[in-house]
């Protein structure tokens, strides 16, 4: 398992922990945009090989399109989902598993966590349209 935390130094702020497993410490390339608002992508996964999970939480109310980069595209071309998040609730955890060339399109809460886990082959990814 690796755990990466980006920190922005100057301000001493914590802006994302992602946490991948079943991938060694040099196979990853989990990339992080910014995340909502900022002009930054809301999630990107990077490369999730066989066994490899990430997980990203929600915190704002609206509808995140999302692909993978290898078997889809923005805008919903081939393996593409929506995840529709709505007011508070109780937080939640809502685990998918990839098992073939789709991804979910699911509701859920305010500062519900989506966990993806790639039970395939072939590398994936999950990836927000914007």
Not at 48 to 61: D, E, I, M, P, R
Not at 75 to 91: C, D, E, H, K, R
Request: hydrophobic residues 35%; aromatic residues 6%; proline residues 1%.
């Amino acid at each position: 398992m690796v755990r990466l935390m980006i920190r922005l130094t100057t301000l001493g702020l914590l802006l994302a922990v992602v946490t991948m497993s079943g991938c060694s410490s040099d196979s990853n390339n989990a990339t992080g945009n910014g995340g909502g608002g900022g002009g930054g992508r809301e999630f990107v996964s990077g490369d999730l090989g066989n066994g490899a999970s990430f997980q990203h939480v929600f915190g704002t109310a609206g509808t995140y399109a999302y692909f993978c980069r290898y078997h889809g595209a923005a805008g919903g071309v081939g393996m593409s989902g929506t995840i529709t998040v709505t007011g508070t609730g109780t937080a939640a955890m809502h685990a998918f598993s990839i098992t073939d060339n789709t991804l979910p399109s699911t509701t859920i809460h305010v500062n519900d966590t989506v966990r993806w886990t790639n039970n395939t082959v072939m590398t994936h990814t999950v990836e927000s349209d914007n």
